[in-house]
C-alpha cells in the first residue's frame, strides 16, 4: 500500500506570526522513521543529482531506516558541513526533492509525495548536534606550511574554513560585520534558522583553531596583497552578493522606503527582533508593501508582520510580484507560511512609482497590472504590463526585496582579480581559483545570489584546490 508522506509539525500561524521563534517544529524519531520507510531505494537514485553537493541520500536515509543515525551522519556530512541548518533552508524541492523519482515528471517543483529529504537531514543533523558528534581534525605534514585567509564569514567562507582547518591548517577569517554568519546571521530570520544552531557551527570551527577577526573589511583595512606579504599562503573569497538592487522608480527615495538588506539587518543584526528587550530604530508601518518574489521577500514579509503585531500596530502586510505564484523563486514552503500567516499577495502587479506627504514620508504606491507573455531567457514567463491598468495602494513602509549584487570593494582595489559584468568575481569552475594566483573564490561573488548549498558546494571545491 502507498503510504502518505508524513508532515512535519509546526506552530500554529496566529501564535507563531507575533514572535521570531522557530516554525517548523521537525520530525519526531517515528515520524523520520516512518518517512524514512517511504523511500524506494531506487537502483538509480535521481535523488542525489539534484543536490548541489551530491549527498548520497539513498545511503543516508536506508541508515534511517535500520535507526543507525550515527552512520546518517556522518554519510551526510562527506558532503555537507552544516546538515542542520540545510535542512532548515535548502530549496530542497527544486533541488533533490524534484529530482526524486516520486515527483510527476515536468513538474515545476517538486510533488507532495516526493520524500521530504530535507526534513530528514535537519532530523539527523540536530540528532548530530545532541550527541555533538564531530568530524575530528586531522594532522598532516603539509598543514604546517599553509596558512590560509577567508573573507567573509557567510556559508561559503565558514565552509572553506572548515574543510581546511579539518586538515590541521591553519584558517584566519576576517569579517566586515560585528558578527559571523553573513546572511545566515543578518538575513535569513531566527524563526527559520535559530541562532543557536549557526552559533553551533560557528563554535566548532573555533574549536578546530580557526580565528575569526571580526569589524575587518578587506580592501578597507588591507589589500589581498598585504595578506600575502604578512605571510598568508592561499586567500579565498566568500564575499557574497550585499548590494540590493533598486526599482529605479520615481519617489523611491521617500522615508520609509528600505531596501530588504537595511530591513532585514535592522531586525536581524541589530536585533529588533528581539523588542521590548531591544529598540532598535525601525520604523513598522500599518501598510506594508515588499516588492519582490524570492526568499528575500517572504522573510521580510513575514519579519514585518511579526514586528508590526510585536508593536501592537494594525497591520496588513502585502506582497507585490510582477508575475505569478508559479514563477516565484522563493521556497514554496515560505510561501505558504507567509499566506498562513496573514501576508496577502498581489501577483502580476509591477510598481510604478511612490509618493509622500509633506513631511517626504512614503504614503502611496502607484502600481500597473500585467499578464504574462512569452518566456525570457531565464525561461519564465515575461511580465507584460496592461495598459491603463494603473491603480494605487496606501504604503507607509516599502521593502525592495528584487535583488542582490556583488559589493566592490574589494574589487575595485584589486584590479589583478578579473570579475564579469555584473561585478562577480570570474573563476576557473574546476578549482575556483580566480585570476590572482592563489586567490580562490566561491558563493554568491562568483555567478550572483545562489543558495547556501551551492555557495558551500564552491567553497569545497576551493578548499580541495587549495589542499592539492
Ligand atoms: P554571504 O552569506 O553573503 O556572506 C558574505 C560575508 O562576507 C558577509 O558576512 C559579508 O559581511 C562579508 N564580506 C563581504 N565583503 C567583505 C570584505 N571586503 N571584507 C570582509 N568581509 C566581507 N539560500 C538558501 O539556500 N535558502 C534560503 O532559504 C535562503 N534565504 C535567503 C534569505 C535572504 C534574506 C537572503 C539575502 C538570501 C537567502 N538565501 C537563501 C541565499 C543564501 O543565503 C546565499 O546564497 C548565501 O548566504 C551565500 O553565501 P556566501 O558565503 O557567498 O555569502
Ligand atoms: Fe528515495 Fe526518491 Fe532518492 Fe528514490 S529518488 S532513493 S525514492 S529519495
Known amino acids: 500500500m502507498k503510504k502518505e508522506p508524513i508532515k512535519i509539525k509546526e506552530k500554529e500561524a496566529s501564535e507563531r506570526s507575533a514572535n521570531f521563534e522557530e516554525v517548523v517544529l521537525g520530525y519526531s524519531e517515528e515520524e523520520a522513521l516512518e518517512e524514512a520507510s517511504r523511500c524506494l531505494q531506487c537502483k538509480n537514485p535521481a535523488c542525489s543529482s539534484g543536490c548541489p553537493v551530491g549527498i548520497d541520500i539513498k545511503k543516508f536515509i536506508a541508515a534511517i531506516v535500520r535507526k543507525d543515525y550515527k552512520s546518517a551522519y556522518f554519510t551526510i556530512r562527506e558532503k555537507n558541513d552544516f546538515p542542520s541548518m540545510c535542512g532548515r533552508v535548502c530549496p530542497a524541492e527544486y533541488q533533490c526533492r524534484k529530482a526524486c523519482v516520486l515527483t510527476k515528471k515536468g513538474s515545476p517543483f517538486a510533488s507532495e509525495q516526493a520524500i521530504n529529504i530535507h526534513f530528514l537531514e535537519r532530523f539527523v543533523g540536530d540528532y548530530g548536534m545532541k550527541n555533538n558528534l564531530k568530524i575530528l581534525a586531522s594532522s598532516e605534514e603539509k598543514s604546517a606550511k599553509l596558512k590560509v585567509a577567508v573573507v567573509g564569514s557567510g556559508p561559503a567562507g565558514l565552509c572553506c574554513a572548515g574543510e581546511l582547518a579539518r586538515k590541521g591548517i591553519k584558517v584566519v577569517i576576517f569579517e566586515s560585520l560585528h558578527q559571523s554568519g553573513g546572511v545566515l546571521r543578518y538575513g535569513i530570520p531566527p524563526f527559520r534558522l535559530p541562532r543557536d544552531i549557526l552559533d553551533y557551527e560557528i563554535n566548532y570551527l573555533q574549536n578546530l583553531g580557526v580565528e575569526i577577526i571580526p569589524n575587518y573589511i578587506i580592501g578597507k583595512i588591507k589589500t589581498l596583497d598585504e595578506l600575502f606579504s604578512e605571510g598568508f599562503t592561499?586567500?579565498?573569497?566568500?564575499?557574497?552578493?550585499?548590494?540590493?538592487?533598486?526599482?529605479?522608480?520615481?519617489?523611491?527615495?521617500?522615508?520609509?522606503?528600505?531596501?530588504?538588506?537595511?530591513?532585514?539587518?535592522?531586525?536581524?543584526?541589530?536585533?529588533?527582533?528581539?523588542?521590548?528587550?531591544?529598540?532598535?530604530?525601525?520604523?513598522?508601518?500599518?501598510?506594508?508593501?515588499?516588492?519582490?518574489?524570492?526568499?528575500?521577500?517572504?522573510?521580510?514579509?513575514?519579519?514585518?508582520?511579526?514586528?508590526?503585531?510585536?508593536?501592537?500596530?494594525?497591520?496588513d502586510t502585502t506582497i507585490i510580484y510582477r508575475r505569478t505564484e508559479v514563477e516565484m523563486p522563493a521556497r514554496r514552503l515560505e510561501i505558504e507560511h507567509a499566506k498562513e500567516e496573514g501576508v496577502k499577495f498581489e501577483f502580476l502587479v509591477q510598481p510604478l512609482g511612490f509618493s509622500g506627504n509633506e513631511e517626504g514620508f512614503v504614503k502611496k504606491i502607484r502600481c500597473l497590472r500585467c499578464r504574462l507573455g512569452e518566456p525570457d531567457s531565464s525561461g519564465r514567463r515575461r511580465p507584460v504590463p496592461i495598459e491603463g491598468s494603473d491603480f494605487e495602494m496606501d504604503c507607509d513602509l516599502a521593502v525592495i526585496a528584487i535583488g542582490l549584487q556583488a559589493n566592490q570593494v574589494l574589487t575595485s582595489v584589486t584590479p589583478q582579480l578579473k570579475t564579469d559584468k555584473y561585478f562577480d568575481?570570474?573563476?576557473?569552475?574546476?578549482?575556483?581559483?580566480?585570476?590572482?594566483?592563489?586567490?580562490?573564490?566561491?558563493?554568491?561573488?562568483?555567478?550572483?545570489?545562489?543558495?547556501?548549498?551551492?555557495?558551500?558546494?564552491?567553497?569545497?571545491?576551493?578548499?580541495?584546490?587549495?589542499?592539492?
Do not use: W
Not at 506594508?288 to 514586528?307: K, W
Open 234 to 315: 592561499h586567500i579565498f573569497l566568500g564575499l557574497g552578493a550585499g548590494v540590493p538592487a533598486f526599482l529605479g522608480v520615481e519617489g523611491e527615495n521617500l522615508c520609509n522606503i528600505y531596501s530588504v538588506n537595511e530591513f532585514l539587518t535592522r531586525i536581524n543584526l541589530m536585533s529588533a527582533y528581539k523588542f521590548p528587550e531591544f529598540h532598535t530604530p525601525i520604523n513598522v508601518g500599518r501598510h506594508i508593501v515588499i516588492i519582490g518574489g524570492g526568499n528575500t521577500a517572504m522573510d521580510a514579509a513575514r519579519s514585518a508582520l511579526r514586528l508590526q503585531k510585536l508593536k501592537g500596530i494594525l497591520h
Open 425 to 468: 568575481v570570474v573563476v576557473d569552475p574546476k578549482t575556483m581559483e580566480t585570476s590572482m594566483a592563489r586567490v580562490f573564490a566561491g558563493g554568491d561573488i562568483v555567478g550572483g545570489e545562489g543558495t547556501v548549498i551551492e555557495a558551500m558546494g564552491m567553497a569545497k571545491i576551493a578548499a580541495k584546490a587549495i589542499l592539492a
